[in-house]
């Protein structure tokens, strides 16, 4: 299978790396071409043509000396006669290979084809969204909606439109980086974006990732108008709608947003790790401090202050008196219902306003 320019620079730049590894630094490393480093692949006119580039455009090695095939006989020396098996390049790795090799693999691990599953899901489906809408507009110029399809976006809580949102803006400054799109513009919490596509390049990108997935990628359902996008993202009542979660780095996170990090081994971290590990009971503060083998010092009131539940977080998820407390966790549609509180507003952990359900 023939090789495309891009695996035979990969093979001859890992060859090179490996080759000044095993060299003194005071010599400079011999590039050989045989089956351990792959080369053998190779012709010695294919590898001098990438290393003349690399010399010439890139200006990140100096070739020192080809192999002796490879000269005429008035270029032979002596020493190429004696030595007989002359049979590689020899190389000067410059200063700025280094900087320059790394640009390379942050370029090459970024390609389409290199992408995590999750990366590459998001990338599919915004591209299919794109597409949906060049073959209405006939155009290069598309605007894509996204409201009603966060439910497609991996690695994020749905519901939190500002992660959503984040998360498609990453995607599209990832296609600007790669020229597919061109340029994009999105307003501030604005749920949509006006693209410029690169049409060549879009349509190449969008047969690889249906390569990748090994399947035609699905166009996406026509954008829902707002009533039908929240009766879709309405839970079930036993479904959670917000969870608590305690992190090994103390953050005590709601639906990823940070509302505290109590410091290490305080009164504020031994009881909320107590609570946490016991969710829905109801405790007294001698149950406690028998159970973290501390005497607390602080009221319950103020533990839960000071832990960041205050307002609609501490009504949903607390209850403490002088002696009591009960740490609630998850929260289901129901309990919201129970409660009569449809949402909840963060006051703490960057004032995010998680979505009506």
Not at 7 to 23: G, H, M, P
Not at 88 to 112: A, G
Not at 288 to 293: D, L
């Amino acid at each position: 299978m023939t090789m495309i320019y891009e695996e035979k620079l990969d093979l001859i730049l890992k060859a090179l790396v490996e080759a000044r590894k095993a060299t003194g630094k005071q010599y400079h490393p011999r590039l050989y071409r045989d089956k351990d480093n792959k080369l053998d692949s190779l012709s010695f006119d294919q590898i001098q043509d990438i290393l003349l580039q690399l010399e010439d455009d890139e200006k990140v090695i100096a070739i020192k000396s080809i192999p002796t095939e490879m000269k005429s006989l008035s270029e032979q020396t002596t020493s190429d006669f004696l030595d007989k098996k002359r049979d590689y390049f020899v190389i000067e790795i410059l200063n700025s290979f280094d900087d320059w090799y790394s640009n390379f693999l942050i370029k090459e691990r970024s390609k389409i084809e290199n992408l995590s599953g999750i990366n590459l899901k998001n990338i599919t489906y915004i591209l299919s969204l794109i597409e949906q809408e060049l073959e209405l507009s006939r155009s290069s110029k598309v605007v894509i909606s996204y409201i009603s399809s966060g439910d497609e976006i991996s690695g994020y809580d749905t519901y939190d439109m500002d992660n959503v949102i984040n998360t498609y803006t990453k995607c599209l400054g990832y296609l600007k980086s790669i020229d597919i799109i061109k340029d994009f513009k999105s307003e501030p919490y604005s749920p949509s974006s006006e693209l410029t596509v690169n049409i060549p390049k879009f349509f190449e990108a969008i047969e690889k990732v249906r390569e990748l997935n090994g399947k035609t990628v699905q166009k996406p359902a026509q954008n829902l108008p707002r009533k039908d996008f929240e009766e879709k993202i309405t839970k079930t009542s036993d479904e959670p709608v917000y969870e608590i979660t305690y992190t090994k780095q103390r953050q005590i996170l709601m639906n990823n947003a940070q509302i505290g990090k109590p410091d290490f081994n305080s009164e504020n971290d031994l009881v909320f790790s107590f609570l946490y590990e016991h969710p829905n009971e109801s405790f007294t503060k001698e149950q406690i401090e028998k159970a973290v083998s501390v005497k607390l010092n602080k009221s319950l009131h103020k533990i839960v202050e000071n832990l960041g539940f205050e307002g609609d977080t501490k009504e949903v998820f607390i209850s403490v008196s002088k002696n009591a407390i009960q740490f609630r966790n998850p929260i289901t549609k129901q309990d919201l219902e129970d409660m009569k509180k449809p949402t909840i507003k963060l006051i703490k952990g960057g004032g995010k306003l998680i979505l009506p359900r």
